[in-house]
């Protein structure tokens, strides 16, 4: 029996080679040249420039439009809402805001919310809300979405929102011992990891943004995308409410200072 031979190609590589030399040793040899500095001028820009006036006239009625509707009040606010760890008074009112508004679109029940708190991005003053204070505040175009979540799958969100120290929710509550988190409810009830829970928060989180990687794991049946920015939420919400008061009602809390009011309960 006689062995597998293969039959040898001819290289092409040389005459290819080839052809390229001899192509090269016709071209024009080209002339030297020197490289020169170029100039640049720079315009410094700043607010000692004065306002060229046909642009100023050209902008002036869209700037006056745009304030009057920057300029319009939502609500008031009976104190100064701010962020903090674990809870913080602004961190509530976006997730009470948010839970609100998926409620009211929902094909179903909502039961709890989560926004990230570094979507909040500034404090709120006491007194007139105003709609330039919704845009500073949340300035991104994110919708809301509901996901439907096992309590399974809650109690997992809830470790990880410990790791974070601590997150805006709304409709739900838990105890932080250090990364992990206990005494999860929903409602007021502990949570049945069996049951099916449906959490409104922003399409931004599900996607793959920030650090809980439980959302992002939710398969598409189980997401409700709602047509609604949860900068207009927050806008609808202070509609309704009128005047919103900075609340913390221990929604989050460490396991320490619960056990501590437990304490102090029983002593009266």
């Not at 640049?40 to 000692?48: A, E, I, K, S």
């Not at 206990?182 to 943004?209: C, K, S």
């Not at 919400?237 to 304490?263: C, F, H, K, Q, W």
Request: proline share 7%; with cysteine; hydrophobic share 45%.
């Amino acid at each position: 029996m006689m062995p597998n031979r293969t039959t040898p190609r001819p290289f092409l590589a040389a005459p290819a080679a080839a052809l390229i030399v001899a192509a090269c040793s016709s071209a024009p040899i080209p002339t030297p040249f020197t490289i020169r500095e170029a100039p640049v001028d720079f315009t410094q820009v700043g607010d000692t420039i004065p306002p060229a006036p046909d642009i100023e006239a050209m902008i002036a009625p869209y700037r006056d439009q745009l304030d009057e509707q920057l300029d319009v009040v939502l609500g008031h606010a009976a104190g100064e809402f701010t962020k903090a760890d674990p809870e913080g008074t602004l961190d509530n009112l976006v997730a009470e805001a948010l839970l609100y508004a998926a409620r009211s679109r929902s094909s179903d029940t909502v039961h709890a919310s989560l926004v990230n708190e570094g979507g909040l991005r500034v404090p709120l003053a006491a007194g007139p809300i105003l709609m330039r204070n919704a845009y500073e505040l949340l300035p991104f175009e994110n919708f809301v979405v509901v996901l439907s979540l096992s309590g399974a799958q809650m109690e997992e969100l809830a470790d990880q929102i410990a790791a974070t120290t601590g997150e805006p929710i709304a409709g739900w509550t838990m105890e932080l011992d250090g990364r992990d988190a206990v005494g999860v409810r929903v409602g007021g009830e502990p949570v049945d990891r069996d049951r099916t829970y449906r959490l409104a928060t922003v399409d931004y989180l599900v996607n793959g943004g920030g650090a809980w990687s439980v959302l992002w794991e939710v398969e598409a049946g189980a997401r409700e995308d709602l047509d609604i920015l949860i900068r207009a939420a927050f806008v609808e919400y202070l509609d309704e409410m009128g005047t919103v008061t900075p609340v913390l009602d221990g929604r989050i809390r460490s396991a320490g200072r619960a056990e501590r009011e437990n304490e102090g309960f029983a002593a009266r």
